[in-house]
């Protein structure tokens, strides 16, 4: 399964209607981008959503990034990631992921029950020819170990570039490494931090994130409440330009990456992100030869 280097990533379709979904996909197709990463956030099912994508386009791959393993029975998740694999081969990578806090959940745990349930179904669906594939989104050693024992690999979310390089040593060389990262298009710095500050607030304040960035070497002064120091803010969104953008993206890369889902945040409520996808397209994807 080749992703590309990098693809988009959005949480933009969790509020949309199936017809300009299809639209917008289409488009990014046209457009070149080789993967498509969605979360599962605010009710629009991890699989179904992944389906009606896929059946709406042609090369695509659709990543679920992540699909949330309490919003599932095990048995389930695997019977929808093995038709999916047989009705579009290699074009479907199945995230999986804690997703938040649980009361009495420990997250290391808690994935490893529903693998070991997961890989333990027995059932009469066929097995398709081209495999389901799976990746665990992972940030500390034990997880990011497990994501290289038990799937193809990793997938990071909100990370800096030192994380990248930390992660792909626990993996090793040959799982899949994907990393999301956050750009914004606004050249003024002041401005740009308060946009990242408010998109960033939900991570800086929540249990398992707050781990994740004090075990990077980040204090209690850079969290400062769920404001997010500077240097925070800067690591975690890259700010400015096209040239400044495409440029730090290839830092993941560089760092051990072997692909980055791009998000665009900014953008207004009800607007779309897609005049910085095409903007992105022309500068990190591969460009047709001229004939």
């Known amino acids: ?159 800096p570039v030192r994380h990248t390089a930390q992660a792909r040593e626990v993996l090793g060389a040959a799982p899949f490494l994907g990393v999301e990262q956050a750009v914004l298009f606004e050249r003024d710095p002041a401005r740009a931090r308060e946009i990242a500050r408010e998109h960033l607030h939900v991570y800086l304040t929540s249990k398992y994130n707050v781990a994740k960035f004090l075990r990077l070497g980040y204090t209690e002064a850079d969290l400062d409440g769920g404001r997010g120091s500077d240097r925070l803010v800067d690591d975690l969104v890259i700010w400015g330009d096209l040239d400044t953008i495409a440029g730090k993206l290839h830092h993941h890369l560089d760092a051990g990456a072997d692909h980055v889902g791009v998000q665009v945040i900014g953008v207004r409520p009800g607007e779309s992100a897609m005049p910085q996808w095409r903007a992105l397209a022309g500068a990190l994807l591969p460009q047709p030869v001229a004939r």
């Open 1 to 159: 399964m080749d992703l590309g280097r990098f693809g988009v990533w959005t949480f933009d379709f969790e509020d949309q209607p199936a017809g300009r979904m299809r639209d917008a996909i289409q488009e990014l197709e046209a457009l070149g981008w080789p993967a498509f990463w969605i979360p599962e956030r605010d009710g629009r099912e991890a699989l179904t959503h992944a389906g009606y994508l896929l059946s709406v386009t042609e090369r695509i791959t659709v990543v679920n990034g992540i699909a949330r393993i309490f919003s599932r029975e095990p048995r389930w998740t695997r019977g929808a990631a093995l038709l999916l694999a047989d009705a579009y081969p290699d074009r479907h990578l199945l995230g999986l992921g804690f997703g938040g806090e649980r009361p009495g959940q420990q997250p290391l745990q808690a994935m490893r029950d529903y693998l070991a349930e997961m890989d333990a179904v027995t059932s009469a669906n066929p097995l398709p020819q081209a495999p389901a594939r799976r990746i665990l989104a992972a940030y500390g050693p034990k997880m990011l170990a497990l994501a290289r024992d038990r799937s193809a690999g990793a997938h990071t979310y909100h990370v």
